[in-house]
């Protein structure tokens, strides 16, 4: 069994040990990952502003979606204890978010911060302030803060508004056409929230197709939307009133990432991740997976509360460099870092472009995946929107630094896996963002010995 050792520092951070012989391991056997984190905000949120009773079955419980539940508790909904089996929300109905008598704490959530500013902009004569750590607090803001502002919102905040801690002063808001510089679901969704309060159309276009869970759950929750493919747009005519759902949350695509790449990476494996939501605008990982040879099946396809959903199955095999770019970054920004440790280990050149967006994350994902796979004997190439990476060379362990980001934390675990030797990972806590059991999890897997 592969030795895996989570320990407590002096300084409550956590470091996640793992010792690893490649030519010994394989990773066999059938795993659920948690519910999807931007479905699992969406149903907290929407729940929260509907008309009646929510229920939410496989809420993912990390931090963020704890977070919104937090927030939206203050501002009035009634919301029951977070399990992974069921919440209920007692919802409040359209523009009747209460003022909060304290700060709203977003915490390391960027969706919770970045959804929630178009529904406070709406709700008149209310006023609000957020805030949120460290990461928040550096994160851009004004992709968000300047539509709203067009239509008319009250928004301030470090260097003007584009900051938190931010405050809100809500008032009527006027309906606009948004034709966004980038495709970002949080963008869109911002803006079709806000719409819901607001008499008349609101419409977003975008440069490419970003995921379209808020387009899915707001029709599910009898929003009036209209969605045009062909021109990227989405239109939401308001005010249109919620009423409360029964909300069945798939397992997280961005989650069963790591394992669809430790799958692929190291010899031997057999992995049957069950209950993926496989959502054609999150799939971006399959298909760049695909196109460097990964073997992976698709088995028991089905739809569930609107998304699809299927179990995946991933099996060991040589992989090959392959480009990513363009429209297919938008449905795999999530999954780059991990992305980036399968490149290290296939045969070829692997070029990952348009992805500057990477840079404005949890963390700067581009520049520290390119130091701490460096690290572990990857040779890689920093781009200004991206990556290029030469893979074939082997991995060694060493110490490693996840920059306290979920996803570089759990990328830099896999590839631990694959490289020979120790490979210890500070401040390792980061993986209880979008997946609180990553470690248990990797724990159970264990790598079998072949």
């Keep these: ?31 659920r990952v948690p519910g999807d984190k ?50 209920e929300i007692q919802g409040i109905g359209l523009g009747q978010l209460q003022e909060p008598v304290d700060l709203l704490d977003v915490g390391n959530s960027g969706t919770t ?51 938190a801690p931010l405050a809100v002063q809500g008032q009527p808001l006027q309906p606009i056409h948004y034709h966004s510089p980038i495709a970002s679901a949080q963008v869109k969704s911002c803006i079709l929230l806000a719409g819901l309060n607001i008499a008349g159309p609101t419409t977003v276009t975008e440069p490419a197709l970003s995921r379209d869970h808020s ?9 009036k939307l209209t969605c045009n493919p062909e021109t990227h747009s989405v239109t939401v005519t308001g005010p249109t009133q919620l009423r409360g759902q029964t909300v069945i949350v798939p397992g997280d695509i961005s989650s069963a990432a790591f394992w669809l790449v430790a799958g692929a990476i190291i010899p031997g494996s057999d992995l049957v991740i069950e209950n993926v939501g496989v959502n054609p605008t999150r799939i971006g990982v399959l298909e760049a997976l695909e196109m460097m040879g990964a073997d992976i099946q698709r088995q028991q396809e089905r739809e569930v509360a609107g ?52 840079r404005v994350k949890e963390s700067d994902r581009i520049q520290v995946m390119a130091t701490e796979l460096t690290k572990l004997g990857a040779r ?24 306290t980001d979920h996803r ?43």
């Design 408 to 450: 570089i934390a759990m990328s830099l675990a896999i590839a631990a896996i694959a490289a020979q030797g120790t490979t210890t990972i500070h401040r390792a806590e980061a993986a209880s963002v979008s997946y609180p059991e990553f470690v248990e999890t990797l724990q159970t897997l264990g790598a079998t010995s072949r």
């Design 38 to 87: 931007s479905i699992s905000h969406r149903a907290l949120m929407l729940g929260a502003i509907a008309q009646g009773t929510t229920v939410i079955e496989g809420l993912l419980l990390g931090a963020d979606p704890r977070s919104t539940a937090r927030c939206f508790t203050q501002m009035g909904a009634q919301i029951s204890t977070l399990n992974a089996e069921r919440v």
């Design 113 to 163: 911060l970045r959804l929630m500013l178009g529904l406070l902009a709406a709700h008149s004569e209310r006023f609000f302030a957020i805030t949120g750590d460290d990461s928040i607090r550096r994160r851009p803001m004004g992709r968000v803060v300047q539509p709203l502002q067009q239509m008319g919102a009250q928004i301030w905040g470090r260097q003007a508004g584009t900051l």
């Design 215 to 223: 387009e899915r759950m707001l029709q599910a929750f009898g929003a």
């Design 307 to 358: 998304e699809p959903v299927a179990d995946l199955r991933v099996r060991y095999g040589a992989l090959q460099a392959c480009t990513m770019a363009g429209d297919l970054i938008p449905r795999l920004i999530d999954e780059i870092p991990i992305l980036a440790v399968a490149a290290a280990l296939a045969q070829g050149t692997t070029v990952i472009r348009d992805a500057a967006e990477l």
């Design 380 to 403: 890689i190439t920093e781009l200004p929107d991206g990556l290029e990476i030469t893979g074939g060379s082997p991995l060694h362990g060493t110490a490693v630094d996840s920059y």
């Design 1 to 31: 069994m592969l030795p895996i050792i989570l320990s407590t520092t002096q300084d409550d951070h956590q470091t996640l040990t793992i010792t690893s012989d490649p030519s010994e391991v394989s990773l066999q056997g059938r795993i």
